[in-house]
């Protein structure tokens, strides 16, 4: 739930455990009253419902399967996939190409302020140059790694690398072109 903190997001998700709405059947059937009780902890949980409800009609195209989503995406590719994702509203660029990685493995850096802001640190290059090098991978190891590396970096831009870089406490400053001391 995108512009939530994550603590809200996880009481959220308890909440909805809590009336048995991880089951996505229940959540298409059930009163956007309940879903909003439930997600209230997030910012502007009322438009959240219909984008939830929304996601959630997508994945009944699907018999409910993420694994037949998956492969239905893998199927299409990242231009038609990334159509089909951002036609469901709440559904931005950034979001498909996150849910295009992480969801279906394809391999799509997102254009994340913070990932954009950390690659180009670390190479000194060009986000669009980078992004377009690391999506041509084919290495298979680096295919598997991208889903997790690109969360992790997403979080050492939030926590290191800010617009204000803490450099000091960086562990990739030895490979960093804009750090002190990098190469």
């Given at each position: 739930?995108?512009g939530?903190l ?16 991880l ?50 995406l ?16 709440g559904?931005g660029?950034?979001t498909?190409d ?6 279906s ?43 997790p ?30 750090a002190?001391?990098?190469i």
């Amino acid at each position: 739930m995108q512009g939530s903190l994550l603590k809200d997001v996880a009481r959220a998700i308890e909440d909805m455990r809590r009336e048995d709405l991880l089951d996505p059947r229940k959540l298409l059937l059930s009163p956007d009253e309940i879903i909003e009780r439930c997600i209230k902890s997030t910012r502007f949980y009322r438009s959240k419902v219909r984008k939830l409800k929304e996601m959630t009609t997508l994945l009944e195209r699907f018999q409910f399967s993420v694994g037949r989503m998956k492969l239905h995406l893998k199927k299409v590719g990242i231009k038609d996939g990334k159509g089909m994702l951002m036609n469901i509203r709440g559904i931005g660029s950034e979001t498909a190409d996150m849910i295009l990685l992480q969801v279906s493995g394809i391999p799509v850096i997102p254009a994340d302020r913070g990932l954009v802001r950390i690659l180009e640190r670390l190479y000194g290059e060009d986000f669009n140059e980078i992004r377009t090098k690391l999506e041509n991978m084919r290495d298979k190891r680096f295919l598997n790694i991208l889903p997790p590396l690109v969360l992790l970096l997403l979080e050492h831009s939030r926590v290191v690398c800010k617009s204000k870089p803490k450099c000091s406490v960086c562990v990739l400053k030895e490979e960093c072109k804009s750090a002190p001391g990098g190469i």
